[in-house]
């Protein structure tokens, strides 16, 4: 097991458009390091370039605190789960598990047993001598997955290893993922867009866009204070709901202003100092139908989708900036379609961004002082 | 369904009809007495197998066959050997003027065979390899390389390049993952540039005419080309060389095809 530094690793295929552009990140020993962003966020970049696949055009790689950035691939020993499983299709299951080993030299005796010990770990020891092509997609995965951990690599790389299955085995393998992460205690970067991935398997998480690093931290922390605008609309389903709104300080309160809101939101005890025009979010959770007279925000009800153990309510709202709002209410909420509800916002979970889309305000966390001004923003 | 199934299948046989009766008449030819070839008339009734006796007992024809088998898998084994590695390497790494490689290639193939004639007889008379087979072996590789490379290049481009990342990570370097697992999984590619730089050397006539001086080492093309006399051309002996020499290289090309397994990499990656 090692840990993995990135110092200002930059990628560019043409020199107008880098894929990555000078990236930090270190990886502790035994971490799950999510990487996780749209696609094309060049996340598979950054890890193609941790494997040694690609080639930083500037700037360095740390495996172990050995400087790797100009090793190739096969003495980096580092193991990586593609997404396409790259499995070799002319060799069984037991051969693809013991490739790594053979090639790295180990007796034929010790690596019959690794490879059986992997199998029985994923559960995959009858399918040892059939070939990937009689495989389904779950076995494949797991083929591809046992290929990696086969032998002891010092970081584990997984490439969107989940996207390529149905969404009920994708939850289990999540699962299982995160207990083996717990049993093997070893170094794994692993790569998503899915959000919901991110936040239920990282030890911590990196929000990418555009090839930088938006935001580095644990899932509920980049989940409660998300660094700007984007990671606060990336994480967290459903969507984070943002509006406009204009800022008003008198005497330690904190008012603001919009044309969503039909009374203003007071935060007291505020001692900041905030721009003019400013943009407020808050996730569909933080907010409960209330009546009109204690009400933020009135809408028309647009859409009702029953997700089960609750209910997402889509409302008109004129000022929001997708034109609408998501509330999440209790399943058993009476609301027809058309019909006008009102709800209040929960003050303590308010999130804010300056103009740039940078945060503004750090929430307390449980147990901590009061609301004070984000240490440092870009 | 039914209606075009039957004319998928009348058009099929048609296809076939046409494509074997030229052959079919050729072996048929070759089995008829000579006078009868030009007398007119249907050639079934009067079987002969003259020909045959002719050019294996008279003319040795055997010689021949030696020759061009030797030649045409020499050049095909040396030519494959040379051609993987310069192909793979064209079609993954990422060197700078590997366009401008793949069209000096192209060119070289371009050239105009007679044109490398008398400058290629000067040096492989200086060598003193006139009349061997590393003579002919040489030559066939100007035009067999660039064919190999291009196809090969083209069939390795196509396989995932997933696997070969993922054998480098497992340990395995550049050399070891192209014979791992880029080979193993370019039967089909492997063996369609085989059969087909066989064929172009089992055909070649100008280089194996130029650079060979007797029987001994003449090859079949040249062979049958000069089993015209000085008054006649023995067309019978003609299409018996020519049915035999056909023969051969069937045989050749389905030993190989077996090689040709379609869907071989089905299973390496999804979608």
């Given at each position: 097991m090692a840990s993995i530094q990135l110092e200002h690793v930059t990628k560019s295929y043409d020199a107008a458009q880098p894929v990555v552009r000078d990236m930090n990140l270190a990886i502790a020993d035994g971490e799950l390091l999510v990487l996780v962003g749209p696609s094309g966020c060049g996340k598979s970049t950054v890890l193609r370039l941790v494997a040694g696949l690609e080639t930083p055009t500037a700037g360095r790689v740390f495996i172990g605190g050995e400087d790797m950035t100009a090793v190739p691939p096969q003495h980096r020993d580092v193991a990586m789960v593609f997404q396409s499983y790259a499995l070799y299709p002319h060799m069984t299951v037991r051969q693809n598990l013991g490739f790594g080993l053979r090639m790295r030299g180990v007796p034929a005796g010790d690596a019959s047993s690794a490879v059986e010990k992997t199998a029985d770990m994923l559960g995959i020891r009858a399918l040892l001598d059939r070939r990937p092509a009689q495989l389904s997609g779950g076995?494949?995965?797991?083929v591809a997955l046992g290929r990696a951990l086969a032998r002891h690599a010092r970081a584990y790389l997984l490439d969107e290893p989940l996207s390529n299955l149905d969404?009920?085995?994708?939850?289990?393998?999540?699962?299982?993922?995160?207990?083996?992460?717990?049993q093997l205690a070893a170094t794994m970067v692993y790569v998503t867009h899915d959000q919901e991935e991110a936040m239920t398997l990282g030890s911590r998480i990196a929000v990418m866009r555009d090839g930088m690093v938006e935001q580095v931290g644990l899932p509920l922390d980049v989940y409660r204070q998300p660094a700007n605008r984007f990671v606060a609309s990336f994480i967290g389903t459903p969507r984070v709901n943002l509006f406009a709104c204009s800022c008003e300080q008198s005497s330690g309160a904190l008012s603001l202003a919009s044309s969503v809101l039909i009374r203003p939101l007071v935060l007291p005890g505020f001692d900041g100092q905030l721009p003019q025009q400013i943009e407020?979010?808050?996730?569909?959770?933080?907010?409960?139908?209330?009546?009109a007279e204690d009400a933020h925000v009135i809408g028309a009800?647009?859409?009702?989708?029953?997700l089960g153990p609750a209910t997402l309510l889509h409302l008109r709202a004129d000022g929001a900036s997708e034109g609408s709002l998501r509330v999440v209410v209790p399943a058993d909420a009476v609301v027809r379609h058309g019909e006008q509800v009102g709800f209040r916002i929960r003050l303590d979970r308010l999130h804010l961004f300056d103009a740039a889309g940078h945060r503004l305000v750090e929430h307390p966390r449980p147990g901590a002082g009061p609301a004070k001004m984000a240490p440092e923003h870009r | 369904m039914k209606g075009s199934g039957l004319a998928m299948r009348v058009g099929v046989w048609s296809l076939v009809f046409a494509l074997m009766l030229p052959l079919a008449w050729a072996v048929l030819a070759s089995f008829t007495p000579e006078q009868r070839l030009f007398g007119g008339g249907p050639l079934l009734p009067s079987l002969t197998g003259e020909h045959y006796r002719a050019i294996f007992i008279e003319r040795s024809f055997w010689i021949p066959i030696r020759n061009s088998l030797i030649v045409a898998l020499a050049t095909t084994v040396t030519s494959l050997l040379l051609a993987v590695p310069c192909a793979y390497a064209l079609a993954r790494l990422p060197f700078s003027g590997h366009r401008l490689v793949l069209a000096f290639v192209l060119a070289v193939s371009m050239f105009p065979q007679i044109a490398m004639v008398p400058s290629l007889y000067i040096i492989l008379r200086a060598a003193h390899l006139l009349d061997t087979y590393p003579g002919l072996v040489g030559p066939y590789l100007t035009f067999a390389l660039p064919l190999a490379v291009w196809l090969l290049s083209?069939?390795?481009?196509?396989?995932?390049?997933?696997?070969?990342?993922?054998?480098?990570?497992?340990?395995?370097?550049?050399?070891?993952?192209l014979l791992e697992v880029v080979l193993p999984l370019s039967g089909p590619g492997v063996a369609t540039t085989g059969i087909l730089v066989f064929l172009y050397s089992w055909n070649e006539f100008l280089f194996a005419l130029s650079f060979t001086l007797g029987p001994e080492r003449y090859t079949v093309p040249v062979a049958?080309?000069?089993?015209?006399?000085?008054?006649?051309?023995?067309?019978?002996?003609?299409?018996?060389?020519?049915?035999?020499?056909?023969s051969v290289v069937a045989g050749v090309v389905l030993v190989a095809q077996r090689r040709i397994i379609a869907g071989l990499t089905s299973g390496a990656v999804k979608g």
């Open positions: 076995q494949r995965q797991r969404p009920l085995l994708r939850v289990d393998t999540r699962s299982e993922l995160a207990l083996l992460h717990r407020a979010g808050f996730r569909p959770q933080d907010a409960e139908l209330c009546a009800v647009v859409l009702i989708e029953p | 083209g069939f390795f481009r196509q396989l995932p390049a997933d696997l070969e990342d993922a054998a480098m990570l497992d340990g395995a370097s550049r050399m070891r993952a049958i080309t000069l089993f015209r006399g000085q008054y006649q051309v023995p067309w019978g002996q003609v299409l018996a060389a020519a049915v035999v020499a056909t």
